[in-house]
């Protein structure tokens, strides 16, 4: 077989080149005297066609220069109707109801309170009624319009002059209210300020809780007056459960993005919904509250905010699990450049606030197995924190409230509930920091101890799935200033004087600046807060490693040496935390002979004449001794 060899494209292009640059060659040599003969003229003219066809080719070589191109027609980005540029307009932001026109000299017209004088008998006691049944003053409230406006913006410029970007776009919202046999003029006026404050865009709906109203005006009533709302609806719970239960009642028929839970006795403010979806939209595991101004239960003025006013409170807990209130540290306020940045709190009141639904979910939502109220807000508060979120108040978003000093409402198997809520909460969630909680309310303690506060497996299972840090963590990272009574304290309970076999107590409504007493002791642990009707342990001290005598079930209290003859009083403790150190005034020292003795006068604790003084020391007192039962 013969085999043929290739040439490849290559070696023929340069054989090709190669002859035709011979070629151009020999014309130029033999062609130079072409006058001679015709034929010769003939083949000149063709050498100078051939040039021309060879410069004409080697002038479009690509490392030759061109003359510049024309610029290219910019092409014109598609616009995504899903994420359009700019901000939000005032024509966008349109709320569902325009507020009616209102009359300036109406009942509580611009936020003003209600005042009326020289009531008649019969006013009189429609006021006293409404008060004993609301612990507010209904007569005032059911003569402000439903629709009332709350005068001018007086929020600070930086907030009033926002304005929040289309894209990526702020999320809807489902409004939940929960109400139990709630006054018809402060529930519905909760219901109108939300639609005359929120944009239509954002509020896909307010789902009105019932949890078993008994009054009334809150069943066909209410039903038919809301189907002219559009977006109002009302479901209901066929039994008292509770607001836990009916606040996750709620959560299952939202369609909205973001869940958003009112009081059932509240007003927003211009402005308020758009700024705690914006931060939502900026950090989705952020539970957002917004600033609470009260709305007075007397008159129904709303403290409204001040434009030059800065925030300055946070949430807190004490070591009873109560929520409370308190400033903003130094260095938390120089964080923030103005009012549009959000405050981060340790704990949230948990009465008002947003949070993304997916979110709510993935978190855990409520722990179902709480009953009725009590407890929850910190147990979230713990848990978000905790597991990777964070809370925090929106001082631009202002909704004000109604703050009663008291609950109208009866508990559904009494207040236990509220104790056995906080038991669960510290079993999952604080770790040997509950043994804290238990030294100040023994029925607490009793509960832990026979395991009567229900099935917590879910709840501690959700806290190993979502790799929950411990409860150090928080203490060291989220409220550092909190502190942290001794796990093993030296010495607790009541402090008996020997002399008078009475106890050491603080008295009634003592938060500080007050003389201590002597009471008759009764052992029991208990709550601070009356409200939980537990028994009130005031007479509870705690001897600490730092050597205080801290009564600190509620507010950190401590005994304060005064000077003979004044009388020793229980003022606050001046070892807060970080950066703060002991009183002198505050230390105590227990001596062989069970005489307290305060280092900076050189003085002991001396019950004289009913009175708790210093003077010198004498072990031979009787009524200088104390000792802890």
Not at 27 to 56: C, F, H, I, T, Y
Not at 101 to 108: C, F, H, L, M, R
Not at 201 to 217: G, N, Q, R, Y
Not at 273 to 299: F, K, Q
Request: include cysteine; proline fraction near 7%.
């Amino acid at each position: 077989m013969r085999l043929r060899r290739r040439i490849s494209p290559l070696k023929l292009a340069i054989l090709g080149g190669t002859l035709f640059m011979v070629v151009l060659v020999v014309l130029q040599r033999d062609v130079g005297n072409a006058s001679q003969d015709p034929w010769l003229k003939d083949l000149s003219k063709r050498k100078e066609q051939v040039m021309e066809m060879v410069r004409g080719a080697v002038n479009n070589f690509a490392f030759q220069i061109g003359a510049p191109q024309p610029p290219p027609v910019e092409q014109q980005p598609t616009v995504d109707k899903q994420c359009p540029p700019g901000f939000y307009t005032q024509a966008e932001l349109k709320p569902w109801i325009e507020r009616p026109t209102e009359d300036t000299n109406s009942p509580g017209a611009a936020g003003k309170g209600f005042q009326i004088d020289n009531l008649s008998p019969a006013e009189a006691k429609e006021k006293e009624e409404g008060m004993t049944r609301h612990c507010f003053n209904q007569f005032a409230s059911d003569r402000i319009s439903l629709h009332r406006s709350l005068g001018e913006d007086t929020r600070p410029p930086e907030c009033v002059e926002r304005k929040f970007r289309r894209c990526p776009p702020l999320p809807t919202t489902s409004v939940i209210i929960v109400f139990h046999n709630e006054a018809w003029s402060t529930l519905l006026r909760t219901v109108y300020s939300v639609l005359h404050t929120s944009p239509a865009i954002f509020l896909k709906e307010i789902i009105m809780v019932d949890d078993a109203s008994t009054a009334t005006h809150l069943h066909s009533q209410l039903d038919e007056y809301v189907k002219i709302l559009k977006i109002v609806k009302v479901v209901r719970q066929p039994e008292r459960k509770g607001l836990i239960t009916a606040r996750l009642l709620g959560a299952s028929h939202a369609q909205g993005e973001v869940l958003t839970f009112l009081d059932a006795h509240c007003e927003c403010f211009y402005g308020w919904l758009e700024p705690l979806l914006a931060r939502i939209v900026e950090e989705p595991t952020a539970v957002v509250s917004p600033d609470i101004p009260a709305i007075d239960l007397n008159s129904f003025q709303f403290n409204k905010p001040v434009s030059t006013a800065r925030a300055h409170n946070r949430g807190n807990f004490d070591w009873s699990l109560t929520f409370g209130w308190e400033g903003i540290p130094d260095y938390a306020q120089a964080k923030r450049k103005d009012e549009t940045y959000p405050v981060k709190t340790p704990t949230f009141a948990g009465g008002l606030f947003s949070i993304s639904k997916a979110y709510f979910e993935k978190i855990g939502t409520y722990d179902d197995q709480m009953e009725i109220w009590g407890g929850e807000n910190v147990e979230m508060s713990f848990r978000v924190w905790q597991c990777g979120g964070q809370l925090e108040i929106i001082p631009c978003s202002v909704v004000g409230h109604v703050f009663r000093t008291k609950s109208p409402h009866t508990f559904p198997k009494g207040t236990e509930v509220i104790t056995r809520n906080q038991v669960r909460l510290a079993e999952v969630w604080m770790d040997d920091y509950k043994l804290i909680y238990y030294r100040r309310n023994q029925n607490a303690a009793r509960m832990a101890k026979e395991k009567k506060y229900g099935d917590i497996s879910e709840r501690l299972k959700l806290r190993e799935t979502l790799h929950c840090k411990n409860f150090s963590w928080y203490l060291e990272n989220v409220y550092p200033e909190a502190f942290v009574p001794d796990l093993t304290p030296v010495k607790y309970g009541a402090l008996t004087n020997l002399g008078s076999q009475s106890c050491l107590d603080v008295g009634e409504n003592n938060n500080g600046g007050k003389p201590v007493i002597m009471y008759t002791c009764h052992n029991m642990g208990g709550n601070q807060w009356q409200m939980t009707e537990v028994n009130l342990n005031s007479s509870y001290f705690e001897y600490t490693s730092h050597k205080e005598l801290r009564h600190n079930i509620g507010k950190q209290l401590c005994l304060h040496a005064s000077p003979n003859p004044q009388q020793v009083r229980i003022e606050m403790c001046q070892l807060k935390g970080r950066g703060t150190r002991m009183a002198p005034e505050q230390e105590w020292i227990f001596t062989e002979e069970k005489l307290l003795k305060n280092p900076s006068s050189d003085m002991c604790l001396h019950l004289k004449d009913n009175q708790i003084i210093m003077s010198p020391c004498n072990p031979q007192d009787l009524h200088q001794h104390w000792v802890f039962s």
